[in-house]
């Protein structure tokens, strides 16, 4: 069939994915769980606090630290929690009776309560609603935050709760990620401001990140995780095969984009996880090129990293397809070097493998490949062609907790590149995989990559993009 930019639309999959798409539930037990884990790692005394971001004038996104030990993506909202508490001081011969605890609760959380209904004229007013979270006991108003942030480092002092016996000299350990200024010529950020004025009391604490402490526990996912990953993957994996139905020359790549994102949002995922990357011709050498502004012209490659965002985690899949529909022989012979490492590395996942050893099987077969390419003569010049890493986590976000040992529920990319600058051809190869019991499942699968599957798929009809196109004089 000839490729031409008008192409005839087709939706039917696209509305049964909208039908199909429902995000796999968390419960708030899950949430509870990943909360008593992170105070078991918490020193002795110490308090962790996590906050919404502030609000810029863009869609909300909650923190992904916040997000995964609470589920709520509500603006405005924070967690306390205490790890274990330093042993109290009673007098000679006091217990404490079972299950009584003495100071503050282990956790508390902090929202924005509702507006109180208004009542009818001549009524009283309405009491406040209450506020209530599945899997809290303990709930306040978002109003209450300053102060309660204000007593957890005035108990830091001397004499307060967390100098008792047990806790850890110097005062407690605040795991805490807060706004810093970028230069010391710059004003102090109200955080900073905040933490000075506690020092400048006498007050000791130890800052260190909560993302960090968190960080290890999101490494593997859980099953209503990969879910919500798998979901994200299917959306992103027809994404990936209608924009091959409707490239075309002379296509511009914010075209191919609208595209990609159109079935992004048809299917209940209404943002993307990253920002677009449409690279033809020479701007398929950078890495992460997203202004995606060019015309495509006749023979050029096309990179397209693309990844949804559905119930909060993200997909990523890359693709690398001619904008002719077919592979010159030059086109072929490289795209089919990244595409043996690709295809090695992943059959190389399985629990207990070392990502050092993946990798450096890629380099060995990228090396070689591009030697056979006359392109380099000695493996040491990989890194001429190949510019960046082999993998990363994805999860709650598209580059999520690494794995260096691989173990059933850790999410990773596959992604060997690579980028012949003299050629103005960029060719990567992403696929995300999940590693299971007994070795790997593919997540991108349904998305063709061999040189044929590609070539026969982009013969079919796809969006029919010209149809919107206004006649511009």
Excluded: C
């Amino acid at each position: 069939m000839t490729r031409t930019a008008g192409r005839v639309a087709g939706f039917g999959v696209l509305a049964l994915m909208a039908v199909t798409a429902i995000a796999a539930a968390q419960t708030p037990e899950e949430y509870q769980k990943r909360r008593e884990a992170v105070r078991a790692k918490m020193e002795v005394g110490g308090v962790l606090i996590v906050r919404s971001p502030a609000l810029a004038g863009e869609p909300f996104k909650q923190d992904d630290t916040l997000y995964y030990l609470t589920g709520i993506e509500e603006p405005m909202t924070a967690l306390i929690l205490r790890g274990p508490q330093p042993a109290p001081q009673l007098p000679e011969g006091v217990t404490l009776p079972p299950g009584v605890r003495l100071g503050p609760p282990p956790e508390t959380l902090f929202v924005m309560p509702p507006a109180a209904p208004s009542p009818a004229v001549g009524a009283p007013p309405a009491p406040a609603p209450a506020l209530e979270r599945p899997g809290f006991e303990q709930v306040r108003s978002y109003q209450d935050l300053q102060a309660a942030l204000d007593a957890v480092l005035m108990g830091a002092g001397p004499g307060g709760p967390a100098s008792a016996a047990g806790a850890p000299a110097g005062g407690p350990v605040v795991y805490l990620d807060y706004a810093r200024s970028r230069r010391l010529s710059d004003p102090l950020t109200a955080d900073e401001q905040w933490l000075k004025s506690a020092r400048d009391r006498g007050l000791s604490f130890t800052i260190r990140s909560a993302a960090a402490l968190v960080r290890d526990l999101r490494r593997v996912k859980s099953a209503a995780e990969i879910e919500n990953v798998r979901m994200a993957m299917t959306i992103t994996s027809a994404a990936q095969r209608e924009a091959m139905r409707a490239a075309a020359p002379g296509m511009y790549e914010y075209q191919l984009q609208s595209i990609i994102e159109h079935v992004f949002s048809v299917n209940g995922a209404r943002r993307a996880a990253f920002s677009t990357i449409v690279g033809s011709g020479p701007n398929g050498i950078i890495l992460h090129w997203s202004e995606n502004s060019r015309q495509t012209r006749p023979g050029d490659m096309v990179v397209m990293d693309v990844g949804a965002e559905y119930a909060r985690y993200a997909a990523d899949i890359t693709r690398t397809i001619p904008i002719s529909g077919r592979f010159t022989p030059r086109q072929k012979a490289i795209y089919e070097t990244v595409l043996r490492a690709n295809e090695a590395a992943i059959e190389m996942i399985a629990p207990g493998v070392n990502m050092r050893d993946i990798s450096a099987k890629v380099n060995e077969m990228l090396g070689q490949g591009l030697i056979a390419l006359g392109l380099i003569t000695d493996v040491k010049d990989l890194r001429k062609y190949y510019t960046h890493g082999l993998s990363h986590g994805v999860g709650l976000a598209v580059h999520d907790v690494n794995a260096a040992v691989l173990e059933p529920g850790v999410i990773l990319t596959i992604e060997p590149g690579l980028y012949v600058r003299e050629e103005d051809m960029g060719v990567r190869i992403e696929d995300t995989v999940l590693v299971t019991a007994t070795g790997r499942e593919v997540l991108s699968a349904s998305v063709p990559k061999k040189v044929a599957e590609v070539e026969a798929l982009m013969k079919e009809n796809g969006i029919d993009y010209s149809r919107y196109l206004v006649n511009r004089k």
